[in-house]
Structures are given as C-alpha cells and as structure tokens.
C-alpha cells in the first residue's frame, strides 16, 4: 500500500466523497455508535463524542509536543528560527504568548467593531439585493469578515486582495497534507512565505507609526516586562486572519443554507431578531465550519473513555461530530434555533479555546440579523456547491435571491 493510502486509512470515511461533503453527520453517528473514540489504526485515535472531545481538549496530558504532528504547519525562517503559531504550541510557551495576545485582542477593542460590522453587513446586502441569482458567499459572507479583520489588523484596502488569495491557499492547507495535492501544498508555503514578509514589514512600520489597530496593539503589548518577539507577532498575525476569516465566512455560509433548509427556523429568527445570540451558537452547533479542533499527540501514556492511549499516539478531535452527540444535546439531529444554547465544541475548549470567538459571534450575529429583518431570501434554482476540506467545511457557492422585505 502507498504511504497516502495508508495515510487515508487513518480515518474511517472518505473525507472527499460526495455523500459525506453533503452531509456527515449520518457517517459520524454510525462511527460514535461504533465507538466515541476509535482507534483507526496503530497509533491514531479518531475522537467523535462530545465528552470524549472535550475531554482529550481540557487533558494536559495531551498536546502538540515536538510538533511532528502539525510538522507541515510549521517553518523555519531566514534565522533558522522555529516559526510555530502559538496554537499548535504547549504551555507554558503557548500559556506566555496566549496571555500577551489577548491583552492586545481585548474585547472591547471587538465590541467597538460592531457599529463597522452593521455598516459593512448593511451596504453589501444593499448591493446584493437585486432580485437576481448571487453568490451569498462571496457578496456577503466571505467580503464582510475579510474586510472587518483586515482593517481590525490594519491592513491598508488596496492589499485585501492579496490577503484572500493568501487566505485561501492557508485555509486549504489546514488539511493534513496527503489531502493535499503537490500544488495545493505548495501554494500553501508560497502564501505563508509571502504573508510573513508582509506582516513584518507591516509591525516593522508599526513600531515607529503605531495606529489604532490590532497590529500596533501587538507590537506595543508588553506584560511584566514580557513582549512578543518579532517571529511571534508575525505568526501570530498569520494565525488571526488564516483562523479568523474563512471559519467566521463559512459560519455565516452554513448558517444561511441551515435557514434556508429549515424554513420555519427563519421565520422564527425574522420574528425573534432579539435572539440572534443563541440564533448562532445552534447555527454553529448544527453545523460547525471547523469541524476537526486540530490534532494532539498523547505527551505520557493516558487514557479516552477509559481506554489506554499510550504516549506519542495521535488524536483526531471532530468536534462537528461532537456536537451531534445525542448525550449532550437534545435531539441532536435537529436545528432548533430557539433551544436554550448550551456550550457546544464548535469554537473548541480548555487552553486553546478560540480567541477570536467574541469577534466571529459579533460577526455573523450582525450579518444574520441585517439578513433577516432587511430581506427575504430564498434558494435560486442553480445549486450549491461545498468546498472541497475535511478540517473547514463551508460552501463555496450558494445561490440565493434577495429582496428587500
Ligand atoms: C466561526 C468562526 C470560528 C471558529 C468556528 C473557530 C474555531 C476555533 C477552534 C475550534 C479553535 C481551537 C483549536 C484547537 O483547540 O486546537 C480555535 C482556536 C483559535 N482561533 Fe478560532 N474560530 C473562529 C474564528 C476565529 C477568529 C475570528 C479569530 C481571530 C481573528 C480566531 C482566532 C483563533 C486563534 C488565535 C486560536 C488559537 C487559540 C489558542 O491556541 O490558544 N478564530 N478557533
């Protein structure tokens, strides 16, 4: 058997059949049924059940170690430094970097975006709203987080197009590479080669111009004499818009087509538009736009589920799967906009618990909201097409009409 088969193997389905991409969740409730954590072959853990997810996520005794795991997301710059964004490192590094950056990232800094998101959502709705056939996605749901975390970060507008073209290759490259074609995993290095250089030419610029926006707030960020060294900042500015801007896109994405297969939940929204917080913890419950939470490796030997798991074996943590676990949710299968929101996985747990979460909720509460009480929207005749990736999992077409209600 090839290496890539043998690599293919590690997971029970087909990560490119069609069947699966348009719906797998039946696929994920016969693998929990199975077993919630299943050893797929020597040496890999494929975790689907809620607390067995959240458990491996909160466990120290997982982590990425040496980094061998997640070795394609990591590089080597023009010092032979280690170039590792902070969520595929351990405490107490991760722990160190963590704490600088969600100083820089505060929450009000998220909350004072709101009024820019409702200008943003209003104006590309406005313009989408012709009656005609358009592609929600790229008339709103990936425009709108592409353009509110490039000005977050301080990025000047005529660059935005670089940052999609970039965006994309990364978004495709968070597969493991075996899913990868050749092309597709060089283009991934070529966009992160091409980003990092821009970014530290940008915080370069910023350390003698600081302006009011999230790179600035990075360079200058400083706690007990601690600050971000230059490879950080540039990683971590990386990992804000490569984990920001697809994930919050196809959050907004299948939310959308959710409501529009389920159109009782709609009218519930249209008629309850105070409710659009829970409206979008269920929306990202459903159907989860990270659906793979990363993977870890065991760091000592431990066990899931009460099964051992010896040190160095890997974990594949689905937590779309997890969060169609009938054990933590009522009716799992079901979208029920008005349920009382419970914590689901959709933005993971324990120590890497999203940073960005505050800023994807404002984001696509805003943009749903607008959507619901502006216009009515129906599916256009042509059909929807998903994106072809196993960790994102979003649409790349999705035909809609929109008209002013
Ligand atoms: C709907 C949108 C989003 C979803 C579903 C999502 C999901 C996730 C998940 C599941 C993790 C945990 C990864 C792990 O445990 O290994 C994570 C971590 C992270 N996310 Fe998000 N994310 C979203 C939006 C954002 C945004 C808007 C940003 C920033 C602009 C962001 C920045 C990050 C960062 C920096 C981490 C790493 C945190 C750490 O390792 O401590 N994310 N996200």
Redesign the pocket.
Known sequence: MSETAELANLFPFDPSDPGFRADPYPVFRSMREQAPALRTAPGMWVVTGFPECSDV?RNRSFGHGDGSLVASQITTNADGEEVRP??FLDPPD?TRI?RL?TKAFSASMIEKLRSRAEELASGLLAKAATGEPVNLMTSLALAM?SQL?SELLGVPAEDKPLFEQWSAALGRGLDPDFMLTPEEAEQRNRARAEFDEYFAELARRRQTEPAADLVSALVAVAEDGDRLSQTELVSTCR???S??YL??A??IGNGVAALLRHPEQLEWFRANPGEAVGVVEEL?RFD???QV??MRLALEDTEIAGQPVAAGEAVT?M?GAANHDPRAFENADTLDVSRKPERN????V????????P??RL??QVALTELVTRYRIERADAGATRIDNLVLRGYADLPVLLNAA
């Open positions: 996520l902070f969520v991760h963590r950056v987080p975390i990992l804000l818009l984990a920001g994930s919050t196809h959050l990202l989860s736009p990270v939470a990363g943590i937590v996985l959709g933005f993971g324990g120590a890497h618990f999203c940073v960005g979460a800023l994807a984001s696509t």
